[in-house]
């Protein structure tokens, strides 16, 4: 089929009523979690994935992508109105949208925050259709030596661009070898690492891993901190459309951000966090009033807010195009379409293309969903 067939195809799939209620409810939970400082994306992932046992692959990963995709929307809210970040890639977001909202330009920030969430979303959906399918087709040339390399690029990646110390880095990475190593030999048959305990015969399971380390665990640690006293700026909400001005400020931060989102997000380990930082270091440097950052500008928030939803359309490409998650809420993903018998990789474009171009039509329809969340529903949401 050509590339307008399978468009058609995706359409025709997330136009089934259930696909569409799940596609709205996903993205809608997505915003609300963004909105809400607390479990995120990937604990609200975590405790939905049992949810998805019974329903079919297509709808599991429409609502399990609107979730990821949506709080990326969602995070910029709080971000931008108490400076407290929804989201872990809207950190960056709380330097000049929080000093926009102190400036009486909470509306501004939140409207070119959304605008630049959609266009960055929109342009990563279209570049995933264009590059999974040629990267998936060069990827069944790969054999072992290949796919060895790869995984060991990965690992030196995720290492080389630990925050911290990499040598607990690199000892994480190997900790994550050996807990994927645990259960029967797959050439000899024989138990390994299971520590005579018979549930880990068949390795450790996804789902409860997931629910312990993101889900349970973010709900203790939540209850045991204290909150800390914030000074909420009690601000009117208006003006939510920028002006010529604001757009022609923020439009190249826009696209900057987009691209470097994309390309950031295909990389193992990369994510929306590391591009928003990256997208705001850009943006800085080449700004001509520099000095203006941090105390209100305007394109340190259209840049960082691109890159991190660019960067979540990017994370898709290595997932469905090679089979490697790149970030922990593309390894939930990963765990759905597993447990429901369907193996991301280079031919999964090919054996499954109801729920790859599925997946592309919700995307395109969750972004249109989003702006209209983020926008007319704002009041809401604050």
Known sequence: MGLFDNILLG????????????????????????????????????????????????????????????????????????NIPGEASSVITCLDGYQMSRQGRAGVALGIAAWGSFFAGTLSVIGLMFVASPLAAAALSFGPPEYFGLICTGLIIVTYLAQHSILKALMMALVGIIIGNVGLDMITGLPRFTLGIDELTDGVKIVPLAMGLFGIAEVF????????????????IKNLWPTLKDWSEAKWAMVRGTIIGFLIGILPGG?????????????????????????????????????NNAGAGGAMVPLLSLGIPTNVSMAMLFSALILH??????????????????????????????????????????
């Open 271 to 307: 994510g929306g966090v590391l591009s928003t930082f990256i997208s705001y270091a850009v943006e800085k440097k080449i700004s001509k009033h520099p000095e203006q950052f941090g105390k209100g500008a305007i394109e340190g928030v259209a840049g960082p807010e691109s890159a």
């Open 11 to 82: 359409f025709q799939v997330i136009f089934q009523p259930t696909h569409l209620l799940l596609c709205a409810i996903g993205v809608s939970l997505g915003t609300l979690i963004g909105v809400l400082p607390g479990i995120g994306p990937v604990g609200t992932m975590a405790l939905l994935l049992p949810a998805t046992f019974k329903s079919t692959p297509t709808a599991s990963i429409i609502i399990l992508a609107g979730v990821y995709y949506g709080a990326q929307y969602g995070g910029s809210t709080t971000s931008i109105l108490v």
């Open 341 to 382: 018998g369907i193996q991301p990789g280079p031919l999964f474009i090919k054996n499954h293309p109801d729920i790859f171009w599925g997946l592309i039509a919700s995307m395109y329809l969750g972004n249109v969903l989003l702006l209209v969340l983020n926008l007319p529903l704002i009041g809401i949401w604050v």
């Open 221 to 236: 640690d939540n209850i045991e901190q204290n909150l800390d006293k914030r000074e909420i700026l009690q601000t009117r």
